[in-house]
């Protein structure tokens, strides 16, 4: 009597494995870049400088309406339920102008406030601040 066992597969040559592990690898980096710039564009820091960037009369005379966010933000966010801190950097353009807003925020008892929110046009290093009543712009001091 002859019993026929079907040929099992091969395991994978080590080259092809080490290909398919930096290519997993490399998807992942990705994936996990893309949602760190998601979840820093959609900040509750970040909806409030862009809501209130957008309501300034000095901005919209500088970029015209209507001013929209770029999807690079850049920055970071430290928080607790209670408390945190951000820094952002968030690209803003309207049909005058782009520029990028500049951000610092502070979350105290559970809400955050804008230490510093201002705006630096592309190529300049002029900034407007746009907290002061009479945003009027300065230079950059370093």
């Not at 209507?66 to 690209?91: D, M, N, T, Y």
């Given at each position: ?103 610092e925020a502070q979350k105290h008892a559970g809400s955050w406030r804008l ?28």
């Amino acid at each position: 009597m002859t019993i026929n066992i079907p040929p099992q597969d091969s395991p994978q040559p080590p080259r092809r494995r080490w290909k398919r592990t930096i290519a997993i690898w490399l998807a992942l980096a990705v994936f996990g870049g893309l949602t760190g710039l998601v979840m820093l564009s959609n900040s509750d820091p970040a909806k409030l400088a862009v809501t209130t960037a957008q309501a300034s009369p000095a901005l919209i005379a500088q970029l015209g309406t209507p001013i929209r966010k770029g999807w690079l933000v850049s920055g970071s966010i430290e928080f607790r339920p209670a408390a945190g801190q951000a820094h952002l950097e968030i690209p803003v353009s309207g049909p005058k102008a782009r520029g990028t807003l500049y951000v610092e925020a502070q979350k105290h008892a559970g809400s955050w406030r804008l230490e510093l929110l201002q705006y630096g046009a592309t190529n300049s290093s002029e900034r407007l601040d746009l907290l002061t009543p009479n945003a009027v712009p300065y230079s950059e001091v370093h």
